[in-house]
């Protein structure tokens, strides 16, 4: 069975661009989550995704944003990119089950702003 | 707001030692606990999960804990490999559906 598979695995644009990183979830998990790993700062919860519909965000600001698509496959956009925005981009898939849901994670999308 | 902290940042032990991976956590009103690993510049793969009314799972030579009222899981890792060798990283689900919070994560180095 495929895992998470994130697109692509290496994104380098300069700062006021936009980004666009993709995510597959494992077949049939309806959950997608997103998480950013910036050096220094561990993991932060960026966006859950559930049957379509944006679930709760993290403390970004707006111009992180991303949707879900019928076949739960997941994209985030970052608009207006800043130096700070370079990190490690962490898709994760679920199928969700509260409490009980184990997250499975794909292998990420490294962003460098210059 | 929920805090994760886990000591210590790092571990280096001799192969064939057991070992114990410390996370405490500052909101007991959790739902879950998941240890993690992950190998430089790589996703994460998950371990072990615990559900709030659990109080251990194990999994070959993994065998996680959690005391849900002194906010704390421990993860034992016994006769450790070099292929051990990884970022270890604890993360629980909350009150806020679908958020987890993660610790900064103990680096472990496993010495052949």
């Known amino acids: 069975e495929a895992g998470v598979t994130q697109s692509p695995t290496h994104l380098i644009k300069t700062r006021g661009q936009q980004a666009t990183l993709r995510c597959s979830p494992i077949s049939g998990h309806t959950s997608v989550y997103w998480y950013q790993q910036a050096l220094g700062l561990g993991l932060q919860f960026l966006l859950w995704?559930?049957?379509?519909?944006?679930?709760n965000r993290g403390n970004f600001p707006p111009r992180f944003s991303g949707r879900q698509f019928p076949n739960y496959s997941s994209e985030l956009n970052v608009n207006a990119l800043e130096l700070e925005d370079s990190a490690l981009y962490l898709c994760a898939s679920s199928l969700w089950d509260r409490g009980a849901d184990t997250q499975y994670f794909g292998p990420g999308t490294r962003l460098t702003v210059l | 707001k929920q805090e994760v902290t886990q000591i210590p940042a790092a571990l280096s032990v001799p192969e064939g030692e057991n070992l114990v991976l410390n996370c405490s956590f500052t909101?007991?009103?959790?739902?879950?606990l998941q240890w993690f690993r992950q190998d430089p510049g790589k996703g994460l793969t998950s371990l072990l999960l615990i559900q709030s009314s659990q109080r251990e799972q194990t999994s070959g030579r993994l065998n996680a804990s959690l005391d849900k009222s002194s906010g704390r899981s421990t993860l034992y890792i016994a006769a450790s490999q070099p292929g051990d060798s990884a970022t270890y990283l604890c993360a629980v689900e909350g009150t806020n559906a679908g958020k987890s919070t993660f610790g900064d994560g103990t680096t472990l180095t496993v010495k052949p």
């Open positions: 909101d007991s009103a959790i739902y879950n």
């Open positions: 995704y559930d049957e379509g519909e944006e679930r």
